[in-house]
């Protein structure tokens, strides 16, 4: 079975400055994706970015960017020039392309991230 | 934009009695899921919905959970016997197909 570990329950960073969320995940699957979802104080589950594992290029989304290394199984979240309105819990999380699994999302345990002014 | 909604947003309910939580996807998607989140913990798989079928299911999805598609446009989760554990906020989503989801604002339920 598939798992997924975000091994920093909380990280903080100053306003304009850069942060680096950490994940890592275990598959015996090639092919699958990978997503960041943010979840804010409302509960929402806002997609911020997402990474097919079939791609080398890392995938980025103006101020969001990943470092996927497949071969060491990690999917890092960038957030540079950080912003207030940042502060959430981050998610990681994985489907399999396997598509008599019904395509469900696995979730790591989150990671709390607070933005000082 | 098109969007997931559920209702109702909060519902308490007391221990025992039965809740039913609604979801409206996004009208051109095929695959539907609920998820469940218990206060401060991680977002959790409890089923997933196509062709008006279960595909999938999890442990905790056991004889108290039940989802239904009544109409072609909502889809159910319903508790039959709701326990305080059942307590958490409830995630519909869909997507168009297995791909990236679209989740709802989510149902907070609290059992007393």
């Known amino acids: 079975a598939q798992t997924v570990t975000q091994s920093q329950p909380e990280m903080s960073v100053q306003e304009a400055e850069t942060v680096t969320l950490s994940c890592t995940y275990d598959t015996s699957e090639s092919d699958y994706y990978l997503f960041w979802y943010k979840q804010p104080p409302s509960r929402q589950m806002i997609l911020v970015i997402r990474q097919e594992a079939y791609k080398q290029q890392n995938a980025t989304e103006n101020r969001f960017s990943v470092n996927f290394q497949k071969a060491a199984k990690s999917f890092s979240l960038k957030i540079s020039d950080s912003q207030l309105g940042d502060a959430a819990m981050y998610f990681c999380a994985y489907r399999s392309m396997i598509y008599n699994q019904g395509g469900k999302l696995i979730f790591g345990q989150g990671t709390e991230l607070s933005v000082k002014p | 934009e098109p969007e997931v909604t559920q209702t109702p947003s909060h519902q308490v309910t007391q221990m025992g009695q039965e809740v039913i939580l609604r979801c409206v996807p996004i009208s051109n998607h095929l695959y539907f899921y609920w998820y469940r989140q218990i206060l401060g913990q991680k977002v959790e798989f409890l089923v997933s919905f196509y062709n008006n079928e279960i595909s999938e299911k999890s442990e905790i999805f056991d004889d108290q959970f039940s989802v239904e598609r009544p109409d072609g446009s909502n889809f159910t989760l319903k508790i039959r016997s709701t326990k305080l554990e059942d307590s958490a906020m409830y995630f519909c989503?869909?997507?168009?197909?297995?791909?990236?989801?679209?989740f709802g604002p989510g149902t907070r339920l609290t059992v007393t």
């Open positions: 989503a869909s997507s168009e197909t297995p791909g990236h989801h679209y």
